[in-house]
């Protein structure tokens, strides 16, 4: 079986959807990319999956503007963890810490693949999970969100393919640094026993 991506995006700060019909539209279940873009071209990506794709997007920004999200300067290195006494530090230097955040804000990119387009939303898991160890096979820099996941039981071979189309070729290279651009295969014993190391 093949599940296919249909990469769409960027959507970032200055392009976010108001449009009621748009929203409701980028408001679906898919997989998504977070990429944080710094000097030296070092990119610091995160994979994820969600029901409300559009919804998923602003928490992300709302945890780097509320400050409970690790901040980055320019480079890229970690300047505030985002954990409370953090916070509280950052919070008695706003004025410092507070450019710093909307900075984040302003280099975080997301990459998204509706599942209408390609995909049943019982594979989101599978998926998210395929991804993560993909991107963590390619990037220099380990994905954000390192964890193990369960991927589920499948029964049947899956290959999942990705379609560049819908995005722009800067985009397309920024998508396959961190997941490549060849498909994902996965055998079914191999999904089966996936969690089994």
Not at 35 to 44: D, F, M, Q, S, V
Not at 97 to 113: D, H, K, M, N, S
Request: charged content about 20%.
């Amino acid at each position: 079986m093949e599940l296919n991506l249909c990469w769409r995006g960027p959507i970032q700060s200055g392009n976010f959807p108001t449009d009621p019909d748009a929203v409701e539209f980028h408001n679906q279940a898919g997989i998504y990319l977070r990429a944080k873009l710094y000097e030296g071209g070092r990119t610091i990506a995160y994979v994820g999956q969600s029901g409300h794709l559009i919804t998923r997007f602003d928490q992300h920004l709302t945890r780097i503007l509320s400050l409970q999200q690790p901040l980055r300067d320019e480079s890229g290195l970690v300047v505030d963890h985002g954990i409370a006494v953090d916070r509280f530090v950052a919070l008695n230097n706003a004025a410092a810490i507070g450019p710093v955040a909307l900075a984040e804000v302003l280099r975080t990119q997301f990459y998204f693949a509706l599942a209408l387009d390609g995909f049943d939303i019982d594979y989101l898991t599978l998926i998210e999970a395929m991804l993560k160890a993909r991107a963590e096979e390619m990037m220099q820099d380990q994905p954000e969100n390192i964890q193990g996941i369960n991927p589920g039981d499948f029964d049947h071979d899956l290959i999942i393919n990705s379609d560049f189309s819908n995005v722009d070729a800067v985009g397309r290279q920024l998508i396959e640094s961190i997941i490549g651009e060849s498909p994902i295969e996965i055998a079914a014993a191999q999904e089966y026993f996936a969690d089994a190391d």
